[in-house]
T-cell receptor, first 113, second 112 residues
């Protein structure tokens, strides 16, 4: 089955800095890669996703890049703000049908004001 | 459109008891997945139901079971509770599985 590794487990940055979280996956057939943000005491929320037919996707201050050859994808957050502090999970899946995503173990991002 | 809801939000049970958790997916979503979340273990997949059938199963003992009703609402049951079952149980719904999943707020289960 799929295996997703996520690094780092904890990331501490100053407000205004950029943050990068990296994930690797093992199943070359995976083609859907979502990222979730979970604030303390709240549910995970889908913040951005990318499919294997594109290499990069942006949404305001967040972006995700995908390298299918190397089987890794990354979340980039620019101009970080204290409200970005949360646990971020990456996941990998084959899209559609009976597949369910495999999640990384999460990265705790702390943004210091 | 209403989001995914879960009941109850909090539960305290004693070892050996059983518990049933409920999840109502987003209207129109037919896939419901269940996850166990504990500190340091991330999101552990329990099982997925689609059209009232268990379609995928994670690596949990048979004490963990579930079902899905014709309106796509799902229940999860844990029998003979153990201390290690204390966790946040999340359900997530999606249109058809394998794509965007939307999580409920979770049920916090404490086993004493």
């Amino acid at each position: 089955g799929e295996n997703v590794e996520q690094h780092p487990s904890t990331l501490s940055v100053q407000e205004g800095d950029s943050a990068v979280i990296k994930c690797t996956y093992s199943d070359s057939a995976s083609n859907y890669f979502p990222w979730y943000k979970q604030e303390l005491g709240k549910r995970p929320q889908l913040i951005i996703d990318i499919r294997s037919n594109v290499g990069e996707k942006k949404d305001q201050r967040i972006a995700v890049t995908l390298n299918k050859t190397a089987k890794h994808f990354s979340l980039h957050i620019t101009e970080t703000q204290p409200e970005d502090s949360a646990v971020y999970f990456c996941a990998a899946s084959r899209s559609g049908g009976s597949y369910i995503p495999t999640f990384g173990r999460g990265t705790s991002l702390i943004v210091h004001p | 459109k209403a989001g995914v809801t879960q009941t109850p939000r909090y539960l305290i049970k004693t070892r050996g008891q059983q518990v049933t958790l409920s999840c109502s997916p987003i209207s129109g979503h037919r896939s419901v997945s269940w996850y166990q979340q504990t500190p340091g273990q991330g999101l552990q997949f329990l099982f997925e139901y689609f059209s009232e059938t268990q379609r995928n199963k994670g690596n949990f003992p048979g004490r963990f079971s579930g079902r899905q009703f014709s309106n796509s609402r799902s229940e999860m049951n844990v029998s003979t509770l153990e201390l290690g079952d204390s966790a946040l149980y999340l359900c997530a719904s999606s249109l058809n599985g394998g794509n965007e999943q939307y999580f409920g707020p979770g049920t916090r289960l404490t086993v004493t």
